[in-house]
């Protein structure tokens, strides 16, 4: 074990690759630096020799171009419960288009509820900073792209000035750290009611069929979903116009791109399943025209921000919320096809095994087909494990895995993958309210530290 004497101990994240040495991430392996340390910037620079537990001396001298990403972590005594384990495939680099990856562990997109009165809180700064690493990529909770488009209690807006200014501090928080981050563009459709929508009125959908269940009121109430009203043929270009603006004003806000929610029961899922649409205009009927607006949405979306800082989530397994789809592979494909044709950076798809909503059920249904027809990167979410997430990479199923309710509970969850240390557990009772602390910034790093500067 070696040890830099000069500062705290050093954990190595990442050696770019070279001609003289090729490594990929060590987990916590410790070493003796022999040159120029930089802590305060998290980097070493043009190192003369280094030498590493377990692998020896490594070439000397490195090449100028080779860069290796370290982070202070701690003192001495905290090395000494750490031990490295081999690499695994979620700990290798990848290049999503401009984006360079440190690893392939993604933040999923969660709703948090935190967000009172529809304005991004403080707090979530601190909540987003703590899930950061150089290099990942962080994925919004769900943010509404107008009134019309809400559907519950203190979930995000990003269609006022207000929202862009109680974005921005937030987005420096995730960059402050070197992460990239996107956020996720909402409109819940019918998942809605009256008290959350303009003057009262009803919430908008592809038909006027309501949703069984209930929703929670702004005043906390539960009551029915509302009727929602079908959208007219002229009144689509307004909703189209709403995520323009909402993604103009998630640059502004300093997101380094958007991802449009088109999953789990929401407007555009409202319109892609023939389950549910039985509209007979040109968003209708024929599985083109059940496409037609959500490949509305894309292209606008493209065009307005770039398609390089534009993905899309897709359930289409999925019968959330009483929809379903009679040909998911054919729909899936379909949209993969015009979705290489908008040339977008990412196709984030959901695991057919979370079909049910929540529950995870046994089926030999997988993405394979829209990891083939897709060009792009393709992103992977639904129940992984860490020994999924590695199988998946591995095998090529897929370029990254997202995960949520384990990132919710580990906000270190990429080193506690590196380590294959233990998970703290979620509490499921706090996922959803106001409480700016308690189940949100309060989740336990390994060795104690709140706000772990590193993995």
Not at 48 to 55: L, P, V
Not at 94 to 103: A, T, W
């Amino acid at each position: 074990m070696y040890f830099c004497h000069h500062f705290p101990y050093l954990e190595i994240l990442y050696i770019v690759r070279s001609t003289s040495i090729s490594l990929y991430h060590l987990g916590s392996v410790h070493f003796s630096i022999h040159h120029r340390c930089f802590p305060s910037q998290g980097r070493v620079e043009r190192i003369s020799r280094i030498e590493a537990a377990g692998f020896g001396p490594v070439p000397d001298p490195f090449v100028p171009r080779v860069q290796i990403v370290v982070t202070i972590m701690g003192s001495y005594a905290d090395a000494a419960d750490e031990s490295p384990v081999a690499p695994n495939a979620l700990l290798t680099p990848y290049q999503m288009g401009q984006f360079s990856l440190s690893h392939r562990i993604v933040m999923a997109p969660l709703t948090r509820s935190r967000a009172i009165g529809h304005v991004p809180q403080p707090a979530a700064a601190l909540y987003y900073a703590q899930r950061t690493t150089p290099g990942g990529l962080i994925i919004s909770e769900a943010t509404n792209i107008s009134q019309t488009a809400t559907g519950s209690v203190d979930s995000p807006g990003i269609y006022t000035e207000e929202h862009i200014e109680a974005w921005k501090p937030i987005v420096k928080a995730v960059h402050d750290k070197g992460g990239i981050f996107f956020c996720q563009l909402w409109h819940v459709g019918r998942v809605s009611h009256t008290a959350f929508q303009p003057n009262g009125s009803a919430p908008v959908s592809s038909v006027s069929e309501r949703l069984e269940g209930e929703v929670i009121l702004p005043n906390y109430e539960r009551a029915p979903f509302s009727t929602p009203q079908a959208l007219k043929t002229e009144e689509i270009p307004l909703i189209l116009e709403d995520y323009r603006k909402a993604a103009r004003n998630a640059i502004a806000a300093g997101f380094d791109g958007v991802e449009i929610h088109s999953a789990h029961g929401y407007l555009l899922d409202q319109f892609l399943k023939d389950g549910f649409n039985t509209r007979t205009d040109r968003y209708g009927g024929s599985l083109e025209n059940r496409c037609r607006f959500p490949l509305e949405v894309v292209r606008a979306v493209a065009e307005e921000v770039g398609a390089k800082r534009t993905g899309i989530r897709l359930s289409v397994f999925q019968f959330h919320d009483s929809m379903k789809s009679s040909d998911p592979i054919g729909l899936g494909t379909y949209l993969c096809e015009h979705l290489n044709a908008a040339s977008i950076l990412y196709a984030h798809f959901v695991e057919p095994r979370m079909r049910a909503g929540q529950a995870s059920i046994q089926t030999e249904e997988n993405l394979h087909p829209f990891r083939k027809a897709f060009k792009g990167t393709f992103l992977v979410a639904g129940g992984y494990s860490r020994e999924d997430g590695i199988k998946a990479i591995e095998s090529g199923y897929a370029d990254l895995v997202v995960y949520g309710r384990l990132f919710l509970a580990n906000p270190d969850l990429p080193k506690r993958f590196a380590l294959n240390a233990p998970l703290n557990p979620y509490d499921r009772s706090t996922f959803y309210n106001p409480n700016q602390v308690k189940g949100y910034t309060d989740y336990p790093f390994l060795n104690g530290h709140k706000l772990s500067p590193s993995l």
